[in-house]
T-cell receptor
Framework: DAGVIQSPRHEVTEMGQEVTLRCKPI?????LFWYRQTMMRGLELLIY????????DSGMPEDRFSAKMPNASFSTLKIQPSEPRDSAVYFC?????????????FGPGTRLTVL | GQNIDQPTEMTATEGAIVQINCTYQ??????LFWYQQHAGEAPTFLSY????GLEEKGRFSSFLSRSKGYSYLLLKELQMKDSASYLC???????????FGAGTRLTVKP
């Protein structure tokens, strides 16, 4: 059974360019989360979706960041324009709200470097 | 809001026992999670507590006291591969919003 899939695994771009990160959640999961991790700030929740609907985007740093989930099997996080301070590892995670632990399963992450 | 505190770094010896503490303040509580994260990898789920008490899973155990806003992760019979960061995370009541602590970097020495 495939876990959460993210692409690309590594992205190097120049300041001002648009960056699109992609995520495929675990099939059947109804929650999808985008996180950002840096040494300085740790793991931060950016936005999460329930049944493809954004529930809380209060963690999105600014208007340069946007996220979409057009269907249950795909989500994107876009940064436009990118800045050097956006350099981080971006994780996507998914979970199933079944009244149990509702554990979040993380993808391998996308390591973004903005020059 | 949520404040989650855990030590930044710990060191222990192979074969020993180590306890990693986590304290939290939250306006609503709906479960506490521990994740393990090896350098350059994604966090992986270790344990979950929603009621007070101890949950044991092999060499790992996790304890929760909701009244004290306190949890610990206990690792027994430490192995070199246990060297990693351990993240404490608190889920907010009535939604699936989960906030992570900064993590504790554990180094296991021979």
């Amino acid at each position: 059974d495939a876990g959460v899939i993210q692409s690309p695994r590594h992205e190097v771009t120049e300041m001002g360019q648009e960056v699109t990160l992609r995520c495929k959640p675990i099939s059947g999961h109804d929650y999808l989360f985008w996180y950002r991790q840096t040494m300085m700030r740790g793991l931060e929740l950016l936005i999460y979706f329930n049944n493809n609907v954004p529930i809380d985007d209060s963690g999105m740093p600014e208007d340069r960041f946007s996220a979409k989930m057009p269907n249950a099997s795909f989500s994107t996080l876009k940064i436009q324009p990118s800045e050097p301070r956006d350099s981080a590892v971006y994780f996507c995670a998914s979970s199933l709200m079944d009244g149990g632990t509702d554990t979040q399963y993380f993808g391998p992450g996308t390591r973004l470097t903005v020059l | 809001g949520q404040n989650i505190d855990q030590p930044t770094e710990m060191t222990a010896t192979e074969g020993a026992i180590v306890q990693i503490n986590c304290t939290y303040q939250t306006s609503g509580f709906n479960g506490l999670f521990w994740y393990q994260q090896h350098a350059g990898e994604a966090p992986t789920f270790l344990s979950y507590n929603v009621l007070d008490g101890l949950e044991e899973k092999g060499r790992f155990s996790s304890f929760l006291s909701r009244s004290k806003g306190y949890s610990y992760l206990l690792l027994k019979e430490l192995q070199m591969k246990d060297s990693a960061s351990y993240l404490c995370a608190v889920r907010h009541y009535n939604n699936n919003d989960m906030r992570f602590g900064a993590g504790t970097r554990l180094t296991v020495k021979p």
